[in-house]
């Protein structure tokens, strides 16, 4: 199970619309053989849409689906052999665990020894041979669920096809088991395809992310290209937390511009010169902003006072009001906080210039 290294597979203008409805639109996505990608977005923005045109289930109105290069996009969903796991994918109630895994094989009228050794194997990869015998009702939902992968890939699939199969699960439960997908992952070295909305969960678990905003894919690339360098409002905003600061574009300087917010102005490093006089938008990480002690020097430094705050227990979380930036989140490491945070208490901020990036403003959805 383990010797493949996965297919890959390309998206190549996919669009589906539902009558007058645009569903999902010229989406244009490779992945790499052996990859994990995550398909990130809000609600509605099209995950399910395109996962079910990969497994085959929804017909594209608009483009192709490649395998390996080859066109699959009439191919039956039964002919494509990929396995999937879907949030709230049954198992068979009245089969035990191995009989629910051994399941595809039986389909596919595996003789029986080979379906016994397929069934041990993929049970040993998720770590559940000890609950073989068992009926599904007398596992957790964490552990059905390990079911269900084991169950999606028995069979040796093409890709894997994960449809929010965590969402389901508690917090904690959910960290285990993404840390468990991810070591999956790892050991049969088959391609990924996961849809979530969670940013967490996209970020700990991908090679790579393609965000998704009504129907359109609106930037991919890895978690830290992306966490590091969105390109627009909505990419920052979805993908953490982020500040937004806006200002007049002043003078280009070596290492990229100035902008001025009101009597503020600030130093952005960038390779990109907007024209003087344009308005940017910079989004700005929390944890990118430091309180200053009394003396102490950055590329940026604006004055305010602490509006709220909370301890977080990793750190923390405040609120600084500012008088030509607004408010302010800044996120502080507890065991690095110059000093402890309180309501009223004059600070000073500072962030370097390469801290704050100019992103776009957001296209108004499409009707
Ligand atoms: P997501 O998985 O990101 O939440 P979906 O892909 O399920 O989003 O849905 C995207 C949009 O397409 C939604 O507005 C949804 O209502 C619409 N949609 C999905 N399936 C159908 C369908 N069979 N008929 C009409 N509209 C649909
Ligand atoms: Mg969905």
Redesign the pocket.
Known sequence: MSSASGHALELKGVTKR?GS?T??EGVDIAVGRGEFLTLL??????????LMTIAGFVQPTEGQVLLDGADITALPPEKRNFGMVFQGYALFPHLTVAENVAFPLRVRHMPKAEQAAKVKAALDLVQLSRFADRKPSQLSGGQQQRVALARALVFDPALLLLDEPLSALDKKLRAELQEELKALHRRVGRTFVN?T?DQEEALSLSDRIAI?NH?RLVQQGSPAQLYEAPRSRFVADFLGKSNFLQGKVGEAGPEGFSIQAGSTALAVAAAARPPAGSTVLLSLRPEKVALLMPGQVADNVVNGTVESWSYLGSGFALTVATRDLGALRVNLPSWNAPFAPAEGLPVRLGWSAAAAVPVEEDMPAAA
Do not use: C, D, M
């Not at 977005?41 to 395109?50: A, E, I, Q, Y």
């Open positions: 539902y409805f569903a999902v977005g809000p609600s509605g923005s099209g995950k399910t849409t395109l849809v909305h998704l129907g």
